[in-house]
């Protein structure tokens, strides 16, 4: 059995997305995202291999959003899921500015990532210290 390891890591956090595919405007929200593309939960299908533009913008906690990020994009794969789509972007070749504010924002979940993982750590170790102590 081989095992192959993604290029990027992904990151499962909600961002708000705008898919804009010439008139066609289409909102959802992101299953993960990575340096390579996204995956997110639409309502309508979209035509594989077509290049997109996206609007990217983090969902905080008490549902403000960031400024949106603006990248170019491509469908990868559209697979239907419940009432909607899930589908995979990839990213097409990004400028140096639109890459440095990628790196920010995959460094901001990253940071997430880490802080979650953290707090759930201490909540498991802390209870179970206090278990002990009954």
């Known amino acids: ?5 993604r290029e990027h890591p992904r990151y499962a956090h909600v961002a708000h997305v705008v898919v804009y595919l010439g008139g066609q405007v289409c909102h959802g929200r992101t299953t993960n995202v990575s340096r ?9 299908a979209i ?4 290049d997109v533009d996206l609007d990217i913008s983090l969902v905080f906690d008490d549902e403000a959003e960031s400024e949106p ?17 899930q589908l995979g972007l990839s990213f097409r070749p990004l400028a140096a500015t639109d890459s440095r504010y990628l790196q920010m924002f ?9 802080s979650a993982s953290s707090d759930t750590s201490e909540d498991i170790f802390g ?3 206090a278990r002990g102590k009954s």
């Open 69 to 85: 990020l603006r990248l170019p994009a491509r469908t990868a794969w559209c697979t239907a899921v419940d009432l909607g789509f």
């Open 106 to 114: 995959l460094k901001f979940l990253e940071n997430e990532s880490r």
């Open 127 to 129: 209870a179970a210290i």
């Open 1 to 5: 059995m081989s095992t192959k390891l």
């Open 47 to 50: 035509e594989l291999g077509i």
């Open 36 to 44: 390579g593309g996204l995956c997110v939960s639409v309502d309508t």
